[in-house]
């Protein structure tokens, strides 16, 4: 039985994986068709969309009597930033400094910290005490956005620290992140995702799987793997356990993810061109050689 899922996380997976790399601008009917394959109707789509451009994501632009959308400069920046940190294939090395955020909010803008909180979190940020957060890696770019896209430069201290005790560097990590809990969700993927890389590998070899069917499951995956962009904080290979299970999922994901990417292009492509006559794709995109992977895959 097919997977269903969310139609608004389904349509940033497909501007992440294909439509930024095709003008960043697709009709809505060749995203309805495209969301079709997944179990998406056009209502959902349309709703989803709509949602999507009233936060700011997407825009939308009319061509006689067709709407297309394209991501905002907000959505780009978004999906830079997550292309920078969930599809690598190591673990960066680490300056031994730590990262400190803390904010003094007023309680009229209350809201502010929660949002702000979901933020920290899908940037790898580790609660530490009350309104203080931590990171070992060098996230001072998204840092003043934040400042600036909440407008609080007046209740936010940044430093740049070494740690030194009483505890150590492990016990820190051991307070902000649970890596045992995130190890067993790589432990998951890889358990599931092995197992179906190699059927569907013998499938496409043999040719018996259909174009329609790898892009299904190209996207599933990224789908799929893109959601430990939210639990993974990408801490530094020198504050990992020993048995961490991040850069096997990595290189897994790296491996399925080529082999389905020449029948899923293709099958995109043929559905986008409809739409879309005059689309051109980035003369630096190569689906086989896909930018959101790190490049120690290609020196495999």
Sequence with gaps: MKKTFNTRSMIFTLYGDYIRYYGNVIWIGSLIRLLKEFG???????????????????ESEKHGNKSYYYLTER????????????????SPSWDGNWRILVYTIPEEKRHIRDEMRRELVWSGFGLLSN????TPNPLDDQIHRLIDKYDIEDY???FVASHKGMKDHEDLVRKCWDLEEINDLYSQFIQEYSQKYVI???????????????????TMLVH???KFLFVDPGLPQELLPKNWL?????????????????????????????????WKKDNEYNYLDHPLISPRVNQQ
């Design 156 to 158: 936010v201290n940044y």
């Design 40 to 58: 998406h109707n056009e209502q959902s789509v349309r709703a989803a969309i709509s949602r999507m451009s009233k936060q700011g994501w997407v």
């Design 131 to 134: 309104s203080c957060w931590i």
């Design 224 to 226: 799929q793997y893109r």
């Design 200 to 218: 569907d590998k013998s499938k496409i070899e043999k040719g018996e799987m259909s174009d329609g069917a790898c892009f299904v499951e190209r």
């Design 246 to 278: 991040g850069d096997s999922a990595a290189a897994l994901f790296a491996d399925y993810y080529r082999t389905l990417a020449e029948p899923a292009t293709r099958f995109f492509e043929s559905v986008f061109e409809q739409g879309n006559p005059d």
């Design 75 to 90: 959505g780009r920046l978004r999906m830079d930033e997550a292309a920078k940190r969930i599809y690598k294939l190591e």
